[in-house]
């Protein structure tokens, strides 16, 4: 087990998320003693394309990047889609590449990640179906289970969940990354 202790990190999602790439790393992330916030566009309670529900701790027009180690973009075509049209999701999450903050992003989560332009030169994957977004965003698209790129880890589908939880803790134990810039 990894020591997360006196680790806050924020989940940025929305109603349609995949519910297992939500729930899967707030599992991992609370079991090695990290703090979560659900942070969404709007209060109350969101709900994964299969029924989960998640109160939401946060709203993204009260939320900042420096309250927290790390973020995690989960999935689902809808929860991408939607999270990448909110200019202060957009902005909270550029700022944790801005401070050097490890983001995780699985799926569809990486879709914002094209807005907030942070993807120039680097090394990602996804969901095959977001390949040429990323490519266009500035980044090299892989097909691979789990990639680390300066604090930055991205995965492809749920059945990448153990591989990507395992880096997610693994890059916010280690804290920030220089590399990990805009």
């Known amino acids: 087990?990894?020591?997360?202790?006196?680790?806050?990190?924020?989940?940025?999602?929305?109603?349609?998320?995949?519910?297992?790439?939500?729930?899967?790393?707030?599992?991992?992330?609370?079991?090695?003693?990290?703090?979560?916030?659900?942070?969404?566009?709007?209060?109350?309670?969101?709900?994964?394309?299969?029924?989960?529900?998640?109160?939401?701790?946060?709203?993204?027009?009260?939320?900042?990047?420096?309250?927290?180690?790390?973020?995690?973009?989960?999935?689902?075509?809808?929860?991408?889609?939607?999270?990448?049209?909110?200019?202060?999701?957009?902005?909270?999450?550029?700022?944790?590449?801005?401070?050097?903050k490890p983001v995780a992003a699985i799926c569809h989560g990486g879709w914002i990640l094209t807005d907030a332009d942070v993807l120039e030169g680097r090394t990602v994957t996804s969901f095959r179906s977001l390949k040429t977004d990323l490519q266009n965003a500035g980044a090299t698209w892989v097909d691979e289970e789990v990639v680390v790129d300066q604090g930055l880890v991205t995965s492809r589908t749920p059945d990448d969940l153990p591989a990507f939880n395992s880096k997610l803790v693994e890059e916010l134990a280690e804290g920030k990354h220089e590399g990990q810039t805009t």
């Open 1 to 100: 087990m990894t020591n997360l202790n006196g680790k806050r990190v924020a989940i940025l999602a929305t109603n349609g998320f995949e519910d297992s790439e939500l729930t899967d790393p707030v599992e991992a992330l609370r079991s090695n003693g990290a703090e979560v916030d659900i942070v969404s566009t709007e209060s109350g309670s969101i709900e994964g394309k299969n029924g989960h529900k998640e109160s939401v701790t946060v709203v993204t027009s009260d939320a900042d990047a420096s309250n927290y180690d790390g973020l995690v973009l989960p999935g689902g075509v809808t929860n991408g889609d939607t999270i990448r049209l909110d200019e202060k999701a957009v902005t909270f999450t550029r700022d944790f590449f801005k401070q050097h």
